[in-house]
């Protein structure tokens, strides 16, 4: 990798390295804050909330809020409401996340037992509470209603998607716009507001504000679309997850509703006695695999994620030539790149 | 009743009639805004947080920052941002119930099936979380950063002292003071930040702000505790909810708590099977309610509810001499009397 001589030109593979380098010294303070903060006198808060946040994650959506921050220009001591913030969003999404594997009775995430699978779904849902209420602790605490309006308008959205997307579970013949609303919502909205946060409560423009949105939603929808394309390539040691999950959980994901348009009577009575109706037999995953792999299902779903990859590129390009923001704005886009790479 | 010559004497049997009587107006925008604010593109979240909102309960909660805003003196177009408070208070509220009763698997509330029973445990978390970050919402229309804190503190003191309920549950020895900490953040918080954030937005003195938390948290008490006293008392008619649930769930509660301490050995014995272990057969429910009666548990515990309640009649009675705030502060006692009223 350090020996590589394309790695810095414009052709080269993309890779997240560039932003994690430069929102790195940011991103020791939000995990310092994430730790205190999620303490509580209850023993089992740090426990539970502390298996799932230290067992690693991207931290994705926080990087977002850093980078919003940093766009502006804002010098690293007037970042600490965008650090406070930047926790904020991490605890929501690790509030979503404990609550998602209650519903899908999920027993694994990240490669590791899941906590509703340690501590029971009690336990999971409570923590997953604790750390929502937290979250809006620490936005009062950065100081700007604006901000909380944005957070909270996502979060309502996200279970909103999130509700949705049970609607559409073990339904094959959801049109694809239905899953883009559906994922626009579960996923995209907190990129989108975690990355206009960040700007914005650093005093950015209305157009920084604007374009980190838009970026930070477009990133979002990519992000998602190969979540979902590689649940049926990956391996468990690659993904955290085991291939298959979202098969076995009847989810409905832009590649299966590509083979279900494509399929002929025998497909489509394959993919409702399985996706629809939850009758699964021994070889059907590897069935699955193979109908996706006719209609080239997995590739373009991957297409459309780049395609989203490069609308969060454009979405930041004016800031691309700014010798301030040009730095950071190319490594936002080789990011936006880089989510969108096949990595299986 | 309309004939009882002694109904408006001091000594009157409490009721909660002056207070609702003073509220009303307002708590039928109160009413209206939680039905408007319920709304959704997602069907089912309307189905779902309409059923367990329109299906009754005492209203209580945004009752006390109705109060808290109406004691300030701010005239009825004046108390919009409270009436948002009100609903968003509400709606955290019944995030929690729509949680708790996917934790205690209830299927009964207040009489009717509870919604985790008719649209599943998935649906349940879900749409809890969606009334929690609108509530959120609406505090940020409320435009007012110092009851957001308030509020969100109380949020995370609500699932502190909930997570901590779990972990008595089953433990007959748990001591006197650890319950009521349990009841203070698991119900009594809430009462105290939805009455004070009500004076707060309202424009009250700091005075009223914190006499208004303090009444709100002494009547909190004095409610929960009259809730788990009279579990053992009443019928499914009274108390839209049968009676014994609690001692099913293994809730440890001030009743039980008094009778294990002032048990022999064979009655604790009783205790730990039951409540400790969930080891249950026929009649164990009308032997703890004898084991109840034989401490003299129940009364005991309402003793302690109206002292609760005396303590909230003393917070707001600064306010009772003021011609303009004297006949709600009046109401207000009344009402806290009320709460710890037997009433079977």
Not at 301 to 310: G, H, S, V
């Amino acid at each position: 990798m350090t020996n590589s001589p394309v790695s810095d030109t414009r052709t080269a593979v993309p890779s997240l390295t560039p932003l994690l380098s430069l929102v790195e010294a940011d991103m020791v303070r939000v995990n310092a804050t994430i730790r205190e903060r999620m303490d509580s006198k209850v023993p089992l808060i740090p426990q539970l909330a502390g298996h799932l946040i230290a067992s690693g994650g991207k931290r994705m959506r926080p990087m977002m809020t850093i980078a919003g921050a940093m766009m502006t220009g804002a010098p690293p001591d007037q970042r600490a409401p965008a650090i406070l913030l930047s926790t904020a969003v991490e605890f929501i999404h690790s509030a979503t996340l404990l609550h998602d594997d209650v519903i899908d009775e999920s027993a694994l995430r990240r490669g590791q037992d899941t906590a509703n699978a340690l501590w029971g779904n009690d336990a999971a849902v409570l923590v997953g509470d604790f750390l929502f209420a937290r979250a809006f602790e620490l936005m009062v605490e950065s100081g700007d209603i604006r901000v909380l309006g944005r957070l909270s308008a996502a979060s309502a959205q996200i279970t909103e998607g999130e509700i949705r997307q049970m609607g559409i579970t073990g339904q094959p013949d959801t049109a694809v716009d239905e899953y883009l609303d559906v994922i626009a919502g579960k996923t995209a909205v907190l990129f989108a507001a975690a990355a206009a946060a960040g700007a914005e409560i650093s005093g950015g423009s209305p157009e920084l504000v604007a374009a980190m949105h838009d970026y930070g939603m477009q990133l979002g929808m990519a992000f998602q679309i190969m979540d979902d394309a590689l649940d049926y390539t990956a391996d468990a040691d690659a993904m955290g997850k085991n291939a298959g999950d979202d098969f076995a959980d009847q989810k409905i994901t832009l590649p299966t509703i590509l083979a279900w348009q494509d399929g002929d009577e025998d497909e489509r009575a394959f993919w409702q006695r399985t996706l629809g109706d939850a009758d699964f037999t021994d070889g059907d995953l590897a069935t699955a695999q193979t109908l996706l792999a006719r209609h080239d299902a997995i590739d373009r779903a991957i297409l459309r994620a780049q395609a989203f990859a490069e609308s969060a590129c454009n979405a930041i390009a004016p800031f691309t030539a700014d010798p301030q923001t040009g730095a950071l704005a190319s490594a936002l886009a080789e990011a936006a790149r880089f989510a969108a790479l096949r990595t299986s």
